[in-house]
Every structure is written in structure tokens, then in C-alpha cells.
């Protein structure tokens, strides 16, 4: 009964093994998927061990036909031999492992109910018949499958298990193709990340844990070996885990997560033929090996655009055909016991590598290819935007919420809708930010729609090129005289009767060309009744997306040209308003602009730059994702200019959300008239803190904060490095890691809060940036770094704050090549100008 009872436990942690890959694949896969990962592992283990019991361990273990086939214990009865009952679930156990090694590759893209049909075909077919040509007899230690007889030794299924899965994720993975976004055409493949690194290392552990029955059961007896096989299973496990981490630690400049978790399975199945039979020495070469080999494998199937979410046929077919040749290069003779000489038990081994790989591939390939061509296995591209979850089990999620309301707002432009909260959730508080951003942005156009609505100028939007009006305010109607409806549809050339404006036959848009490349202008219009007088006219153009269109202000100016030579010193105040009406229009279109791309509501406007004498300022910014985590800001206030940089942790919509609470209180402290730098971070500090614990978040910010004043910078906050370029190009470095403290990251840090003063000179230039300069990489993984970055300032001083940012940014992508940006860029050149007088 001890071996009985040895059995029964093996199988409750090989069964451990199923949720172990439900937590890999879910973290290792994106959260939109993470449901119907987890189901199809509870799926297929449901239908192998079904499968199993009704007739695959009858094809396996059953009576054999000429070693190929067995043909009885269909729907086996094991009531009346205990032995035969722990058998038979110690067998089923390693048929559901096989099964879902498949469920990790095809992750993410296949229909749910195709992934059962091939779950049922390698659990009701592929495995059982090759398990019968290794592994029937072995319950009765005699060799009766043709593999067996030949002298093939696979102890615990490197090949029968793991190589089968692999092979057939393969074959599925030919069929049903890569995730799209995964490989672009003519760029570098692009990564997915999973959505939970910690769970899919959960689940490693758990796998570790399941293996020590997998390995250990399959003496199918308590004895003597199973302490030196259990220990060897370990051991392997580890080198696999230390070699793979070397080796990404060497290509990469750091241990990706992924290699350390994937070396560390390749090490266990390496060393899954062999446990019993090899040393302690040879168990660890084994399995650092098997680490390597996987490791080399995901690159190669990267470079064959092969889309293997989790890399389970680097870790399992890989691992498998190694562990597999391991048994002839390292087992002992005497404890292999097949009479066969190294150089034969290599032959034989690579003979049962190559029989799985032909059984398993050929007949996954050949009949998934003839379903897929009447019945498609793969998700639509629709479904596979919004996930599996969802289209597939109609699971929704908060964040899927939040993105259906995004998405309706970007169709519609209806700034009303809000997104649902749900109290005490990450989500929900991201959510609840988001309402409140959405409230400020619904306020600003609608005050943007009063003020175009009660504005004494004709203001008229049309297309473009055709020119045709879409939009014109009241005062249009009381300057041309046209009804709103008649504005609409009209070639906005009959308002205008300039002679040059007047298009070409061969060049419809060259007049309004023209208008554009003037600005301002002073030309003709024409009223309903063909009246003429004269306008003044600002035309611009506006990008919304892939859309472009016109904007055009006209004045009528009649009443100032009939009073122009009498009116001088009037015509000068007449002047000024225009200025300030102008600078008020770019304003207004940047509001509109803003409210159609958030993303970019935090970078102070060009008008706003222009307004500051003393300094030439030109800033950059691209974040990583869509969303970034970057600041700067610019805000001049009665004689002085408060600069702002900040660079949040991560980057993605909660730090975009918090990049927003930043800049609302650095504004709003400064309105204010907070100008003690240690009051103003403080007071900041506090507010941030408490958000962030809100939000339940672990974000938090460095933040640089520049007071100018007259030729005088006073510097406060933790950021990177500011440089200063002086006069003939000499670089000063000013560390920044004593004048502050991380933002949100502690409650109170006004103990930590110093200022530092720089005076500038004229032609002196400061440089703030952002940590993703420095270390943005190349392909090689060569990071940009410090002192490149001085270099490029250095041989460029002369220039204008415009031309020294786009030398830095041209020799940054210079670098960087094709490579992916993982961090958010920012960059703001500030140049005292030449003409500064104190």
C-alpha cells in the first residue's frame, strides 16, 4: 500500500501543475485575455482525463496490437485493483500536462471552441498512441511498445509529454498564425508584455512543485531512487533558471523576468528523461543546457515571425529533444540497462524524437489545416482588439469599461459621457480622475462655444481642399448677411472678392494658399446683396486626427478704414486688440485641440513661449504609449518664469492621470502666489501623497522646479541632472539629488526641499530631460547616455533653443535606429537671449 499510497500523492502534485500553468500563461499573456487562459486550462484538464478514461488509456496502456496500439480497458473499471486505480490517475495526470502545454502557445487568438477540438485530439489520440509505442508495459516492468523494444528511454516523458506538446503547439501555431501587432511588416518584431509578471512566477513555483511528483511517481514506487531523482529535478531546475538569466543578462544588459522563469522550466523538462539514471554533476549541465537551448530557440522563432505567446516550444520541445539526447551523452550504462552502446542509445533516442515529431506535427497540421479551411479556429481581429475575455465568454472588466467609453468619445465627441465607478477599485479611482478630467474639458468647450458664439468677428470653419463652409457663428450672418443654413455647404471664395485671391483656372486653391502663407491680410468680402467692403482675415489651419480644415476670422473693418487718417493714435489701439484678439485665436485653437487629444493638454503652447522676452524656450516631448508619464510645463507670471519637469514612474493612463494632478497643482499654487520653494513642493507633495493613497497607486514623480527671474535661475526638487551650456560651449552639471524628495512617495518631505541659485549670462543655455534620453537604447543595447547628450550640446551652443532641441532629438533617433522606445522622452532647451539686459 506505500506505493500505492507514493502514487496517489505524485498524482495530487502533478495535478498542482494545472493551476501552475493557468498563473503562467494569465501573467504571461495580456489582461483582456487572462479569463479565457484560465478556462481552457480548467477545460482541457476536464476533457483530457474524460478522454483519457474512456479510451485513451486503453490505446495507451491496453493489451497491445504489434506495439502499436492497445486495445483493451476501454472506460476502465478500477474498483476492484486499488494499484490499477493509482495507476490510471497518475497516467491521467500526465495526460492533461501534455494537453495544455498547447494553451499557452495558440494564447490570445483562437476560438474557444477550436481549442477544445484540438485539446480532445491530442488527449483522445496523438498522446495516448505515442505513450503506447514508449511507455505501455511500464506499469508491469516489461517493454512492449515498439519504441520500448528498441531500447528508447524517455523515464518521466521529455519526448512522450512535453516534446508532443510542443510539437503540436507547432503546428497549431502554422495554422492559426501570430497575434496581429506581433510582427509588423518591414520592422522589428514587436513584444507583448504580459499583464502580470508575479502571477506567472507563482506559477513557475507551483510548476517546480507539481514536477517533484511528475519526476519522482514516475519510479511508480517508493524507493530507493526517488530522494537522487527528486534532487536532480531541482538541481536542473536551478541551472536551467541560472544559465538562461546569463544569458539574457549578456544580450539584453539585465535578467529579463521571462528568461529566468522559461530557463528554469526548459532546466525540469530536460532533465524529465534522464533523472534516473545520471549523476548530480551531469543533472546540472543538463539542465543549464536545456536553459540555453530554449533561450536560443525564442529568438529563433522570433526571427521565423513564429508567434509563441508563453515560448512553450522553446521550453517544452526544445527542453524535450535535448533532455531526450541526454539519456545516451550522460546516463550511466549499468543504470540505463538497455544493452545498447552510447552511440546506438543515441541513435534510438533520436529515433523516438524524430516518430513524435512526425506522429505529433503531421497529424495536428494536416487536420487543423482541413478544419480551419471550413471552420476558421482564429478570433476575428475585432475580437482580438478587445480580447478573449469578452468575445469569447462575454466576461467584461472595469478597465474594458473604461476604454468602450473612450472609444465612444472618440467616435462622437460627446464630452457627456462618463465611465462608470466602481468604489474601492484600482480602476475605479483611475475612473473617478478621469470623470474629473472629462468634467474641466466639457467645461472649457463649452465656455470655447460661448465665446465663438458671442464674438463680434465672422468666425467660419471649411474643408479642405474643397473649401466647402461646415460650421459659421451668428456674427457671420450679421457681416454677410447669409442665413446659417445658407453658410452651410457654400465655396467659401463667394464671401471673398480679392483680385490676387481670385484661383486660377488651372490652380482652384492657390488664392486661399496664399491667404494661409500671409496670415492676416486685409481683402474684400461680399455681402448677400453683392455689396463690397473690407474684411480682415485670419485663415489657419487645424489637424484633427487624419482631418484637416480651415478656420478663418474676419473682421469688418469698414467703419476704421473710412476713419483710418483721422483716427491714427485710435488705429494703434485698434492695433494692439488685433495683436491680443490674434494671440487669443491661436489660444482658442489650441483649446479645441486639446479637446480632441488629452494627451497632450499638459505642454505649455507656442503662444505662451513667445509672450517671454528674456528666453528662447523650446520643449519635446513622445511618450512610450499612448499615454505618457512626462511633464514639463512653462508659466510666466508678472516678472518672473516658474519652469516645471517631472518624470512619473512607469508611463500608461494612471501615470498621464497623475502627470494632470501635477500640473493642475502646480498652476494652481502658483495663481496663488506660492513662491517659497520649500512651501510650494511641500504643499504640492501633500496633495500628490494624498491622492496617490486614494488611488490605492504606487506611483510617484521626480520633479525639477526652475524660478526665473532676471538673468537668475533658482533651482528646487529631485530630478535628473540640469545642465547648464555656456558661452563657447562649456558644460556645468548640476546634481539635483539634495534639493528634494520624490513627489507622492512620502507625506512629509519639506525637510529635504533645498534651492540653489545659477546665474545666467546672455547666450547661456539650460537643458532639462527626462531619464528616457540617457537611457534609451540602440539594438545592440547600447544606452544614448549623459555624455553623448553634453557632446551634442556642447558642438551646438551657437545655435537657437529650436535648432540645439532638434539636434539633440536627430541624434538621439540616430542612435536608437529602429529600436523600440520604452520610456517616455522629454527635452526642454531654455536660451537666456543675446539681447538680455538686466
Known amino acids: 500500500m506505500i506505493d500505492i499510497l507514493w502514487l496517489l500523492v505524485c498524482s495530487g502534485l502533478v495535478f498542482l501543475m494545472q493551476p501552475g500553468f493557468m498563473c503562467l500563461e494569465s501573467g504571461l499573456t495580456r489582461s483582456k485575455n487572462s479569463i479565457n487562459v484560465a478556462i481552457k486550462n480548467l477545460a482541457d484538464l476536464g476533457i483530457s482525463i474524460a478522454l483519457f478514461w474512456a479510451f485513451g ?10 506495439g502499436w496500439i492497445g486495445s483493451t480497458h476501454f472506460f476502465v473499471h478500477v474498483e476492484a485493483t486499488p494499484r490499477l486505480a493509482a495507476f490510471f490517475l497518475f497516467q491521467a495526470m500526465f495526460c492533461s500536462t501534455a494537453t495544455t502545454i498547447v494553451s499557452g502557445a495558440v494564447a490570445e487568438r483562437m476560438k474557444f471552441r477550436a481549442y477544445l477540438i484540438l485539446a480532445g485530439l491530442v488527449s483522445g489520440l496523438i498522446y495516448p498512441l505515442f505513450g503506447h509505442w514508449a ?55 514587436r513584444k507583448i508584455h504580459g499583464s502580470n509578471l508575479p502571477l506567472s512566477v507563482l506559477g513557475a513555483m507551483l510548476l517546480w512543485i507539481g514536477w517533484l511528483g511528475f519526476n519522482g511517481g514516475s519510479t511508480l514506487s517508493l524507493n530507493e531512487q526517488v530522494p537522487s531523482i527528486i534532487v536532480h529535478t531541482v538541481l536542473a531546475g536551478i541551472a536551467g533558471m541560472m544559465a538562461a538569466g546569463m544569458v539574457s543578462w549578456y544580450r539584453c544588459q539585465l535578467p529579463e523576468v521571462e528568461s529566468l522563469i522559461n530557463g528554469s522550466l526548459a532546466g525540469l523538462v530536460s532533465i524529465t528523461a534522464s533523472c534516473h539514471v545520471v549523476t548530480s554533476p551531469a543533472s546540472v549541465i543538463i539542465g543549464a543546457i536545456g536553459g540555453i537551448i530554449a533561450t536560443l530557440m525564442s529568438n529563433g522563432l522570433e526571427r521565423w515571425r513564429i508567434d509563441d505567446a508563453v515560448d512553450a516550444i522553446p521550453v517544452h520541445l526544445g527542453g524535450g529533444i535535448w533532455g531526450t539526447l541526454a539519456v545516451a551523452l550522460f546516463g550511466q550504462p549499468e543504470l540505463v540497462d538497455t544493452g545498447l552502446s552510447p552511440v546506438l542509445q543515441l541513435g534510438v533516442q533520436g529515433i523516438g524524437i524524430l516518430s513524435c515529431g512526425i506522429w505529433a506535427f503531421s497529424i495536428t497540421y494536416l487536420l487543423l489545416f482541413i478544419t480551419n479551411r471550413f471552420f476558421p479556429m482564429r478570433v476575428s481581429v475585432e475580437a482580438e482588439q478587445i480580447g478573449l475575455n ?22 462622437t465627441q460627446d464630452l457627456s459621457l462618463r465611465v462608470p465607478v466602481e468604489p474601492f477599485t484600482q480602476v475605479g479611482q483611475i475612473a473617478q480622475r478621469y470623470n474629473q478630467v472629462m468634467d474641466a474639458l466639457e467645461e472649457a468647450l463649452t465656455r470655447t462655444d460661448a465665446i465663438v458664439k458671442t464674438a463680434m468677428d465672422a468666425i467660419i470653419t471649411f474643408t479642405k481642399p474643397q473649401l466647402k463652409i461646415v460650421t459659421a ?25 480679392l483680385d490676387w485671391s481670385i484661383p486660377a483656372a488651372d490652380d482652384p486653391d492657390r488664392g486661399m494658399e496664399r491667404l494661409l502663407k500671409v496670415g ?8 448677400v446683396d453683392g455689396f463690397r467692403f473690407p474684411l480682415e482675415a485670419t485663415v489657419v489651419e487645424t489637424k484633427s486626427g487624419q482631418d484637416c480644415f480651415y478656420t478663418g476670422t474676419f473682421r469688418d473693418i469698414s467703419e476704421r478704414k473710412q476713419a483710418q487718417a483721422d483716427l491714427f493714435r485710435a488705429n494703434q489701439e485698434i492695433t494692439k486688440l488685433n495683436e491680443r484678439l490674434k494671440a487669443e485665436n491661436l489660444r482658442l485653437s489650441a483649446e479645441l485641440d486639446v479637446t480632441r487629444r488629452l494627451q497632450q493638454m499638459l505642454l505649455p503652447k507656442e503662444a505662451e513661449l513667445n509672450q517671454i522676452t528674456d528666453l528662447e524656450i523650446s520643449g519635446f516631448m513622445e511618450p512610450a504609449t499612448e499615454v505618457g508619464g512626462d511633464y514639463y510645463d512653462i508659466l510666466p507670471y508678472r516678472d518672473r518664469v516658474q519652469i516645471s519637469i517631472g518624470d512619473v514612474t512607469g508611463h500608461g493612463l494612471e501615470s498621464g492621470v497623475l502627470s494632470l494632478m501635477v500640473q493642475t497643482a502646480v498652476r494652481t499654487l502658483l495663481e496663488s502666489n506660492q513662491t517659497d520653494p520649500k512651501q510650494f513642493l511641500d504643499i504640492l507633495n501633500r496633495t500628490i501623497y494624498q491622492n496617490v493613497q486614494r488611488m490605492n497607486s504606487d506611483k510617484n514623480l521626480t520633479l525639477a522646479l526652475l524660478d526665473y527671474q532676471k538673468g537668475i535661475l533658482n533651482l528646487s526638487g529631485q530630478h ?13 552639471r548640476i546634481d539635483t539629488i539634495d534639493l528634494g524628495f520624490p513627489i507622492g512617495l512620502d507625506a512629509d518631505i519639506a525637510d529635504f526641499v533645498a534651492h540653489l541659485q545659477v546665474p545666467l549670462n546672455p547666450g547661456d543655455t539650460v537643458v532639462l530631460y527626462t531619464d528616457g534620453i540617457p537611457e534609451a537604447e540602440n539594438p545592440k543595447g547600447i544606452q544614448y547616455g549623459i555624455e553623448r547628450l553634453c557632446r551634442i550640446l556642447s558642438q551646438n551652443w551657437q545655435q537657437s533653443a529650436v535648432e540645439i532641441r532638434q539636434a539633440v532629438i536627430d541624434d538621439l533617433r540616430q542612435h536608437i535606429e529602429a529600436q523600440q522606445l520604452y520610456d517616455d522622452i522629454t527635452l526642454l532647451v531654455i536660451k537666456q537671449r543675446k539681447n538680455f539686459e538686466v
Open 57 to 66: 488509456y486503453a490505446f495507451m496502456f491496453g493489451t497491445s496490437v504489434l
Open 135 to 189: 511507455w505501455n508495459g511500464i506499469d508491469l516492468d516489461v517493454s512492449v511498445g515498439w519504441l520500448e523494444r528498441l531500447g528508447f528511454v524517455d523515464f518521466a516523458g521529455s519526448t512522450v509529454v512535453h516534446s508532443l506538446g510542443g510539437w503540436v503547439s507547432l503546428a497549431s501555431l502554422m495554422i492559426i498564425g501570430s497575434r496581429t501587432g506581433r510582427f509588423p511588416n518591414h520592422q522589428p518584431p
Open 390 to 411: 469578452v468575445s469569447e465568454h462575454r466576461a467584461k472588466t472595469e478597465i474594458y469599461d473604461l476604454f468602450q467609453v473612450m472609444e465612444a468619445q472618440a467616435q
Open 473 to 497: 457663428n451668428p456674427s457671420a450672418k450679421e457681416i454677410f448677411g447669409y442665413s446659417i443654413n445658407e453658410f452651410i455647404g457654400m465655396d467659401i471664395h463667394q464671401l471673398l472678392v
Open 520 to 527: 492676416r491680410h486685409e481683402i474684400v468680402g461680399c455681402r
Open 720 to 732: 535628473e541632472e540640469i545642465i547648464v551650456v555656456r558661452t563657447g560651449g562649456h558644460i556645468e
